[in-house]
């Protein structure tokens, strides 16, 4: 029964019989795996805290024959996130995280930097960063890492950036802004000022250490937050059950 032992983000956990839990974790190493921690519900005392939704735990992991379940015996907490359980909106932002990463991702399918992207954003959370920035962030940079960036750099019909000469709609079908010269049926809810397209376009190159730095004023929130969201919502063809809690948690914040 091979062993591995791997940094990893508990996505979620549901009780499993009278004694055991079904965790299922995004691994650095081997990507989303469904775990069981026997007898988790009856001994607090062996995994204290360390089953938790969000944590950031290095478990020791044990295939199972003929199962697609690994066990933990045993795990590790590295971080434990202890500020979003105490603020609704932030448990709501944190969940919708967890839950687009498990969308996104296949079994078994390492992924070290989407794996690097939700640490970030949950500590992001947890340490009180301002949540509207950062999800549009996380959407731009999730869709970044899955193969399908957003084209912030030019016109995808006429391949030319125009810049403040015309005004951006972003188009869906082809992933991507168009300039006003191109379309000029398009509707108005998708349309993006020049400055928030040079803002989205900077945001998806700069680094994870540097991106708290970048400001997003009222205006590039209000238009970049929909199209995004909708943009990753309609690739995955799914409905993401978290966000109905996420935007009640949005209409707290307002």
Request: proline share 5%; with cysteine; glycine share 4%.
């Amino acid at each position: 029964m091979p062993l591995h032992k791997t940094p990893a983000i508990i996505l979620n956990h549901k009780d499993f019989g009278e004694s055991d839990k079904i965790i299922t974790l995004f691994t650095y190493s081997l990507g989303k795996i469904t775990s069981i921690a026997k007898g988790a519900k009856r001994s607090r005392k062996r995994f204290a805290n360390q089953l938790d939704l969000f944590s950031f735990v290095r478990p020791i992991l044990w295939e199972k024959h003929h199962s697609s379940l690994t066990r933990i015996d045993q795990c590790d907490l590295l971080q434990s996130f202890p500020s979003i359980r105490k603020a609704p909106e932030r448990f709501a932002y944190a969940s919708y995280f967890c839950e687009l990463v498990d969308a996104w991702v296949r079994d078994r399918d390492p992924h070290a930097e989407l794996f690097h992207l939700l640490l970030w954003a949950l500590r992001m959370v947890d340490q009180g960063a301002s949540l509207a920035p950062l999800s549009v962030i996380f959407h731009l940079r999730l869709l970044t890492i899955v193969g399908y960036a957003p084209n912030f750099i030019a016109c995808v019909n006429c391949n030319l950036w125009k810049g403040g000469q015309v005004s951006y709609s972003f188009n869906y079908e082809k992933g991507g802004i168009v300039c006003s010269d191109c379309a000029l049926n398009l509707p108005l809810k998708n349309r993006l000022s020049p400055g928030t397209v040079k803002l989205l376009s900077l945001a998806q190159k700069t680094s994870l250490a540097k991106l708290s730095r970048l400001h997003f004023s009222a205006q590039p929130l209000a238009e970049s937050a929909p199209i995004l969201e909708n943009f990753v919502h309609s690739l995955l063809g799914k409905e993401i059950k978290s966000y109905r809690f996420l935007s009640g948690a949005q209409e707290c914040i307002r």
